[in-house]
């Protein structure tokens, strides 16, 4: 479940971004429309496989993670600044998801190669989501070029 939450709850940081104002240019705007597309394929199959493993259909799951959680970003409202910042938040996440998902020996033991493959996959798209997140906040970049305008009208 801990997996299916983080990857359920990028459908909400996604809705939230628009709300704060925190997309500024093409670049990130088609950065995390990519990356929402990705995230919820990803929560797409981890119901999948939840229906296989647990008792639950997969109307019931969404349902769970539903109401599992408050889709309140205060605890995370620090690094909500700007779209520089988002982006940061985002690389660093992504890194930390492909290292817990290195762990594979959940989905080994499933019994079905199936299940380690797919991981893989999804490893492999949170390690592009990372790589695009750094590259996209680079010294030069629009969304780099952003922050440090706004860093000197402060």
């Keep these: 479940m801990p997996e299916l939450y983080t990857e359920y709850d990028a459908r909400h940081l996604k809705k939230e971004l628009p709300v704060r104002n925190l997309i500024s240019t093409e670049e990130a705007a088609a950065f995390f429309d990519a990356w929402a597309a990705d995230e919820e394929r990803h929560a797409e199959g981890f119901i999948q496989i939840m229906e296989l493993v647990a008792d639950g259909s997969e109307k019931d799951l969404w349902e769970r993670l ?8 205060s605890a995370i409202n620090e690094y909500l600044k700007d779209e520089f910042s988002v ?9 930390c998801t492909c290292h817990a998902y290195a762990a594979k020996g959940f989905y080994a033991g499933l019994g079905n190669d199936r299940f380690v493959r797919w991981l893989r996959e999804v490893t492999a798209d949170e390690a592009v989501h990372s790589m695009n997140a750094v590259t996209l906040s680079a010294p030069g970049t629009p969304i780099a070029s952003a922050k440090s305008a706004q860093s000197s009208t402060a």
Excluded at 66 to 73: K, Q
Excluded at 87 to 94: N, S
Aim: glycine share 0%; net charge negative.
């Design 87 to 95: 982006m940061v938040v985002i690389a660093l996440d992504e890194m």
């Design 66 to 73: 539903d109401a599992a959680r408050s889709h309140n970003f």
